[in-house]
């Protein structure tokens, strides 16, 4: 069954402070892979977008890596803000199901001040 | 509208009632997803929709849920004889498709199964 892992559950950090989230899949071909940022009581909001081929891609202060060889994807924010405290979805776009995105269970982050 | 809508925002409902939550997508947009979320679980697809084609309703988790689509636009999700079980937020996604395009959810609506 494919799968995307997420780690860790929950982290709690200091404003200001940078932290990295990770994404592991078994998902395999995929097509991309995206982050979401979802506010509580919101829906998701797309972060990144990578195709299998590239390596990073950054939003302001959010950047995504993705090492297809290791399936590994991480989600670095540098100086984190107080309006940063949210869940984090990873997702997989998996080519062999129809296009079918797998979800992972999401990292919720707390930036305290 | 600019964005994905749903509604209600917030529906509470007695066990066994049948409920409707809407999903208004955004215009022309060809692909539309219903995904369940839990108390602090991931994503669960439950349907999808693309263009005039045969819905996929792999995802839905028993015959008491069915969903559809009209005129390739609005689209609504039926919990029929609801569960306590059921109590989740409902998010609706569209994206401009075909192909797994950029996704744009909605804001969800919360059902609460009394």
């Known amino acids: 069954k494919n799968q995307v892992e997420q780690s860790p559950q929950s982290l709690i950090i200091l404003e200001g402070k940078n932290c990295t989230l990770q994404?592991?899949?078994?998902?395999?071909?995929?097509?991309?892979l995206r982050w979401y940022k979802q506010d509580t009581g919101r829906g998701p909001v797309s972060l990144t977008i990578m195709t299998f081929s590239e390596n990073t891609k950054s939003n302001g202060r959010y950047t995504a890596t993705l090492d297809a060889d290791t399936k590994q994807s991480s989600l670095h924010i540098t100086a984190s803000q107080l309006s940063d405290s949210a869940s984090y979805i990873c997702v997989v776009i998996d080519n062999n199901a129809g296009n079918m995105l797998t979800f992972g269970g999401g990292t919720r982050l707390m930036v305290k001040p | 509208g600019a964005g994905v809508s749903q509604s209600p925002s917030n529906k509470v409902t007695e066990k066994g009632k049948d409920v409707e939550l809407r999903c208004d997508p955004i215009?022309?947009?060809?692909?539309l997803y219903w995904y369940r979320q839990s108390l602090g679980q991931g994503l669960e697809f439950l349907i999808y929709?693309?263009?005039?084609?045969?819905?996929?309703k792999s995802g839905l988790p028993s015959d008491r849920f069915s969903a559809e689509r009209t005129g390739g636009s609005v689209s609504t999700l039926t919990i029929q004889r609801t569960q306590q079980e059921d109590s989740a937020v409902y998010l609706c996604?569209?994206?401009?498709?075909?192909?797994?395009?950029?996704?744009?959810f909605g804001e969800g609506s919360r059902l609460t199964v009394l």
């Open positions: 994404c592991n899949y078994t998902v395999s071909p995929f097509s991309n």
């Open positions: 929709f693309q263009g005039n084609s045969a819905p996929d």
């Open positions: 996604a569209s994206s401009a498709g075909p192909g797994v395009g950029e996704l744009f």
């Open positions: 215009s022309g947009h060809t692909a």
